[in-house]
């Protein structure tokens, strides 16, 4: 049986097995994925893995309840289960510090690392991060509320995207297969129940803890994110001091996906200069 690209490394992480890629020389840089279903570290940022990696030690993994990580009985899905997987990565491969990139659901977990393990993280990249308050919208309550379907996944996709034909035809059903795997929809269903304000507001951090927040951030977001809007984004870029914002016209939720090169290339600059207030 051929190996699914999505399956590459395995390594204890407290008392389960954690999935993830392991590319690139350089600084480390942990990429946090987003919580949309059929989601993995492969699916989200396997296009940055030969653009970053040059200048880079990427390290992607699954976090717990997505993509190919095990997933323990009676587990509770919540940020701390989720901070501590992170905190126990890094432990296990001896990773003192690293650069965080976070998509949606994984700014916010970006985010608490920064708040609660400040020594572990030297910048964070937030991506259409959650992390703030925001009415829940109506792609964000599609994604969560997701039933397994191939007509379901064409529509998130067209939800994600803000031209869903610039995506490629196979990105849909690969999603849907990977939301499809044994055990997969079982997790994804339970983390995000009704009413989903509530995920929303989980996700969130107390603002005052945001203020004090040192790290150098980019903010990247896609002017037309129909899953987590711009106005996200706005908040961050206000309670985080050491923070700069770039926003994409004519750009959705993915924009990794919808604008590679130019978010590679953002990202590689801001992690490799140092800005002027760098050591205020």
């Not at 976090?63 to 989720?82: A, E, H, K, Q, S």
Request: net charge negative.
């Amino acid at each position: 049986m051929e190996k699914r690209p999505e399956i590459a490394n395995s390594i204890l992480t407290g008392d389960f097995q954690t999935n993830y890629h392991d590319v690139g020389s350089g600084f480390p840089v942990i990429m946090l994925h987003g919580s949309g279903p059929g989601v993995s570290a492969w699916a989200n940022w396997n296009k940055l893995f030969p653009l970053l990696s040059g200048g880079h030690h990427i390290y992607a993994p699954d976090l717990v309840g997505f993509g190919y990580t095990d997933r323990p009985d009676g587990i509770t899905y919540n940020m701390d289960v989720w901070v501590k997987q992170t905190i126990d990565f890094m432990d296990a491969l001896k990773i003192e510090q690293a650069d965080i990139i976070g998509n949606s659901f994984g700014g916010a977990l970006a985010l608490a690392l920064a708040i609660f393990y400040p020594e572990r993280v030297r910048k964070l990249v937030l991506m259409g991060s959650m992390g703030v308050t925001f009415p829940l919208t109506y792609g964000l309550d599609r994604v969560w509320g997701y039933k397994p379907s191939l007509t379901n996944m064409q529509e998130l996709i067209g939800i994600f995207a803000y031209n869903r034909k610039m995506m490629p035809p196979e990105l849909a059903q690969g999603r849907y297969e990977g939301s499809i795997q044994p055990g997969f929809q079982e997790s994804f269903s339970s983390m995000f129940p009704e009413p989903r304000q509530d995920g929303v507001e989980a996700m969130a951090q107390i603002e005052i803890y945001l203020k004090e927040v040192r790290h150098q951030t980019l903010i990247v977001h896609g002017r037309e994110d129909r899953v987590i809007p711009l106005s996200a984004s706005l908040k961050l870029i206000q309670l985080l001091e050491n923070s700069q914002l770039h926003v994409f016209g004519k750009c959705g939720h993915w924009t990794q996906i919808e604008r590679t090169q130019e978010f590679a290339a953002i990202v590689h600059s801001f992690l490799t200069i140092d800005p002027p207030y760098a050591k205020a």
